[in-house]
């Protein structure tokens, strides 16, 4: 296998994320704060390690094959999680390595999940670190969701493929074009949800910070309180906008920017999602109404910001919501695995392969009925290829079989029936908070043991690169020429 652009991607990305750090560093410095030598120190070595990368691959051909795209794709985010949490684990937070790994990996993969208390005193240079670490997770899992992971026929995303994308088993130099667009359409919805946070009071740092989980759908905030520190009806259904905003297909934007096609409502995929976001929403705004002291205007404020934070795992919250009972907690619990849509930020199932599913569903049992009848499947007005719904299929098992040897590992640690089973979910899924009194949305990770941390850090890479990108490293098949 030729590792050539392999090390010069790498090189690059750590050359990313060491001039990334230097932000953080300035801002530490301005404030007299010593984490700023920190930074400094983390950036020059992922810069020396990033640039010795670089030159030491010069690749003289710039095409990838399969194989070496299954271990980009895995690589990269290890790697950038690494070296992410260098920071963190040299700073003033006293932070074991566990511990700054879990971070960094949960803001890498956009999850949100964390460690740390104490928000509203730390300082700003680590707020403003995490925030990164997800905003480049954020528009990273895009390229991969659309430029990449068609070609790896992991389930579902083959849809993906644009008209831009070779259809060959090659990743061309052409296809950064489409990385491009995606960069400027992610900055721009950035910097308006930005804009828009400091209108209604945010100041200009919470206002960046946020900017930057809300649209990566990750969830950091700079306050322990996460959104329930704004008590602010204005501000909450705005982060729910830009929630929405980056769970979309982010091909989606790209054709009405460059197209001036305004095809969202013709994309099936985004149809379903909004169809099953209003009805959850109506439903469980309209059952908290009737089971609790809430009024109908502060009920629908509530479930439609968490319903919104939790579907496309983005982990914010504005209170406890597993406190309104059983049912609400059980009914979060099953939106944490849906997921919003492929080709977006955010994580879990998502809806395309939730799609794929029903109508192979709808397919078999229309056989059951009439044997000898002809019936197929389509998606977007095309037929859905026989080896598209079984790898959709095999990526549901996967799922499943994931979740539960998870579960059942974090329960040979001591953790109880609720945090195992909800830490494995919110993990693979890449949603954040759990359920129950430990790791829900009141609570944190910080108290679970090493051995734990270091099983959910696997879980939420797993869960952020489709499960079947990593697995594939780990056949026999794979490593044979």
């Not at 994320?17 to 410095?29: M, R, S």
């Not at 919805?189 to 990566?216: K, P, R, W």
């Not at 037929?383 to 998870?406: D, H, K, R, T």
Request: aromatic share 14%; with cysteine.
């Amino acid at each position: 296998m030729n590792n050539q652009l392999i090390g010069f991607t790498l090189g690059i990305l750590l050359l990313i994320v060491g001039v990334a750090e230097l932000i953080p560093a300035v801002l530490d410095y301005n404030a007299g704060h010593s984490n700023a030598y920190d930074f400094l120190g983390c950036a020059i070595v992922s810069i020396f390690f990033g640039g010795a990368l670089v030159i030491s691959n010069r690749a003289r051909q710039y095409n990838l094959n399969l194989k070496q795209t299954f271990m980009l794709t895995t690589l990269s985010w290890l790697c950038i999680s690494i070296f992410a949490a260098l920071p963190l684990y040299f700073s003033d937070l006293s932070l074991s390595f566990v511990d700054a790994f879990f971070e960094s990996v949960s803001g890498v993969t956009t999850t949100g999940s964390t460690v740390l208390s104490g928000l509203d005193e730390m300082s700003r240079g680590i707020l403003l670190w995490r925030s990164i670490t997800q905003w480049i997770g954020g528009i990273g899992i895009v390229a991969f969701a659309i430029v990449i992971f068609p070609f790896l026929r992991i389930g579902g995303m083959q849809l993906f493929k644009t008209e831009s994308s070779d259809r060959s088993d090659k990743i061309m130099p052409k296809t950064i074009n489409l990385v491009a667009s995606l960069l400027i359409i992610y900055c721009g919805l950035t910097a308006l949800c930005a804009l828009s946070y400091f209108v209604l009071g945010m100041d200009f740092f919470e206002a960046i910070n946020h900017a930057m989980t809300t649209l990566s759908t990750g969830g950091y905030s700079t306050h322990d309180a996460s959104f329930g520190y704004y008590d602010n009806a204005a501000v909450q259904y705005t982060a729910a906008l830009f929630m929405f905003a980056g769970s979309i297909p982010f091909v989606l934007y790209v054709k009405y920017l460059y197209q001036g096609k305004f095809s969202f409502f013709e994309d099936e995929q985004f149809r379903v999602y909004v169809g099953v976001l209003c009805a959850m929403i109506t439903f469980m705004a309209g059952w908290l109404w009737m089971h609790s002291d809430y009024s109908l205007i502060k009920s629908l404020q509530h479930v439609t910001f968490n319903i919104i934070s939790v579907i496309t795992t983005t982990g914010y919250a504005t209170t406890d919501y597993t406190a309104w009972g059983g049912f609400a907690a059980l009914f979060f619990f099953f939106v944490t695995f849906l997921g919003a849509c492929s080709g977006s930020t955010s994580g879990g199932i998502k809806m395309m392969r939730l799609i794929v599913v029903t109508k192979l569903l709808n397919l078999q049992i229309k056989r059951l009925i009439f044997p000898h009848g002809i019936f197929s499947m389509r998606y977007q007005k095309r037929p859905i290829e026989v080896s598209l719904a079984l790898n959709v299929m095999g990526f549901m098992g996967m799922f499943v079989v994931s979740n539960v040897v998870l579960a059942v590992l974090l329960s040979l640690l001591g953790l109880d029936f609720e945090t195992s089973v909800s830490g494995a979910a919110t993990a693979l899924a890449n949603v954040g908070p759990g359920i129950g009194d430990t790791i829900g949305p009141a609570g944190n990770f910080a108290t679970l043991p090493d051995a734990a941390k270091w099983l959910l850090c696997i879980g939420m890479i797993l869960g952020r690169l489709e499960i079947m990108t990593i697995f594939v490293l780990f056949t026999r098949t794979y490593w044979q020429d």
